[in-house]
């Protein structure tokens, strides 16, 4: 495990992933070292603290399918293979996604998630905007730190069900981009910008060069 953790240290992000990738991240996922995982992760993710953003995380190709792999593995499901992995690779085809997390105080009264704007800026200063976007409220007291990007890749966060009088306690934004964008030798993507109503919220250096 030290050995393929030393590998993905080495790599940038990869868009297209072969079937020995795919072989890496989901024995990363499937690890019995939490230690192993956790440092692995730690890059993606970006404590902000800054109300009402709580934190970011990057998720690229490899990492989406880690992220799969270990999610499964904590459910009791190892059958996750590499033809799975293949899959869920070809399903979101060279896309890195950033998930916002959101808590908001719990007497506000909001109705829907407030429109958030999560975009790229490069390195000559220029916007990517995101491919698609979701959008997902949350009902419930957030997961404890070090939770993963939920959900794994889909972007499609799990519905839950308020009552009537249930507030809105946070929400959860899962923009997805053209990793070919990102990443052109000429004019990289340096940070991620998040704004509401034109209000920047933070403005996040990032290296993809340094993820896998």
Not at 67 to 85: H, K, L, P, S, W
Not at 182 to 200: C, F, N, S, T
Request: proline fraction near 9%; glycine fraction near 8%.
């Amino acid at each position: 495990m030290a050995v393929l953790l030393a590998a993905v240290g080495l790599c940038a992000a990869e868009l297209d992933l072969d079937p020995r990738a795919v072989l890496d991240a989901i024995a990363l996922g499937q690890s019995s070292f939490d230690d192993d995982r956790l440092r692995f992760h730690r890059p993606y993710h970006i404590d902000v603290g800054r109300s009402p953003l709580d934190g970011v995380d990057i998720v690229t190709p490899f990492r989406r399918v880690v992220i799969e792999a270990e999610m499964r593995a904590r459910a009791g499901d190892r059958r996750f293979g590499q033809r799975d992995g293949l899959a869920l690779v070809g399903r979101f085809a060279r896309q890195i996604s950033v998930h916002a997390e959101f808590t908001f105080h719990p007497q506000n009264t909001l109705v829907l998630v407030p429109q958030y704007a999560v975009r790229w800026r490069t390195a000559s200063g220029a916007r990517i905007e995101p491919a698609s976007v979701d959008r997902a409220p949350r009902y419930f007291p957030k997961i404890g730190a070090g939770a993963l990007p939920m959900p794994p890749g889909a972007g499609v966060v799990p519905p839950s069900l308020p009552g009537r009088s249930q507030p809105m306690l946070g929400a959860t934004i899962v923009a997805f981009f053209d990793g070919a964008g990102l990443m052109k030798p000429e004019d990289p993507a340096r940070e991620v910008v998040i704004e509401e109503a034109g209000q920047e919220l933070a403005r996040l250096p990032i290296d993809l060069a340094a993820l896998r």
